[in-house]
Nanobody
């Protein structure tokens, strides 16, 4: 059974940093594409970052590019999202996702409907 469990969310001041972690189990971690998505109240879910399962290429959403860094540790079955220079627009529930497709053309498939497996999410609130 595929499981993804996010952790690391919380309250952070504007300009601050936070690192989210996603622990995965139940599948060959190194064969899956993995991703982070987020959803703010009243808004659609948007892609934060995706890493392909094959070439390990990475795609970032426009709103986080240059501030967020996504990484994966296949030996530890973990996916990380390091977030810097946070602002109120980053407030959302952050979800980890995975799919058995390798998605080598990751920039084109970094969309929520391409990912079959999801965690329950972790809340990130950016506020002073």
């Amino acid at each position: 059974q595929v499981q993804l469990v996010e952790s690391g969310g919380g309250l952070v001041q504007p300009g601050g940093s936070l690192t989210l972690s996603c622990a995965t189990s139940g599948f060959r971690h190194d064969k899956y594409a993995v991703a982070w998505f987020r959803q703010a109240p009243g808004k659609e879910r948007e892609a934060v970052a995706c890493i392909s399962g094959g070439t390990r290429s990475t795609h970032y959403g426009d709103s986080v590019n240059g501030r967020f860094t996504m990484s994966r540790d296949d030996a530890k079955n973990t996916v990380l999202l390091s977030m810097n220079d946070l602002d109120s627009e980053d407030t959302a529930v952050y979800f980890c996702a995975a799919d058995p497709s390798t998605f080598d053309n990751i920039s084109k498939v970094c969309r929520d409907y391409y990912f079959a497996n999801w965690g329950q999410g972790t809340q990130v609130t950016v506020s002073s």
